[in-house]
């Protein structure tokens, strides 16, 4: 599959501190797709972003579809505990047999109260 | 909220056994994925199917087989498991749109 590069790949923050995290690629995507999982549980979707250059919220939450579509950046505003997570972007590119979805390596998030 | 299921949630079995891990949706999706991913680790994809019928070899390569017999069921299946194979395994589904939702992951452990 085409390579995604996430960053950071572990950040250490404070309550109430905002985060950022971004995921870059060699290859434009179609789709940028930002995940959250819990120990021990399947990733949540958090945001989708469809077209190049949107910029999308979901609560505390921002992400946007860079220009080139070969990028993508999650920011969490005032982040809280519960937070705590590993967060994945995922691209998706169209083969020939239908969308193929590429997933980044993951930023660990530990939040201290 | 998503309706996929994977059973069991966490399964410890000897070397040797054969295995199958369950992945079930609700959704009528056509696109089912499985990935394994190694605890805090990325995920890899193993296996997918876009269809009743149709399986396909994911970017990782994995002695696991799959079948897609019904739209709803994509089952994965180990014929002799081995520590090597200790792992968290997700399944996911997507429909028409773009994007894919998980199912609650299978924790596996060989010993």
């Known amino acids: 599959g085409q390579q995604l590069n996430q960053s950071p790949q572990s950040m250490f923050i404070q309550e109430g501190e905002d985060v950022s995290m971004n995921c870059t690629s060699s290859?434009?995507?179609?789709?940028w797709l930002w995940y959250k999982q819990d120990p021990g549980e399947g990733p949540v979707l958090l945001i989708a972003l469809y077209k190049a250059g949107e910029l999308t919220s979901n609560g505390r939450l921002t992400a946007q579809f860079g220009i080139t579509r070969k990028d993508s950046f999650l920011n969490i505003s005032a982040s809280i505990p519960s937070d705590v997570g590993i967060y994945f972007c995922a691209g998706q590119l169209f083969r020939n047999s239908g969308y193929a979805l590429n997933f980044g390596k993951g930023t660990s998030l530990l939040v201290t109260p | 909220e998503a309706d996929i299921y994977q059973t069991p949630r966490y399964l410890v079995i000897g070397t040797g056994k054969k295995i199958t891990l369950e992945c079930s949706q609700t959704?009528?999706?056509?696109?089912m994925y499985w990935y394994q991913q190694d605890p805090g680790m990325e995920l890899h994809l193993i296996h997918y199917s876009y269809g009743v019928n149709s399986t396909e070899k994911g970017d990782l390569s994995s002695e696991s087989t799959v079948s897609r017999i019904r739209t709803e069921h994509f089952p994965l299946t180990l014929e002799s498991a081995r520590p090597s194979h200790t792992s968290q395994y997700l399944c996911?589904?997507?429909?028409?749109?773009?994007?894919?939702?998980f199912g609650q992951g299978t924790r596996l452990t060989v010993v």
């Open positions: 290859s434009i995507f179609n789709t």
């Open positions: 959704m009528g999706h056509d696109k």
């Open positions: 996911a589904s997507r429909g028409l749109s773009t994007e894919a939702f």
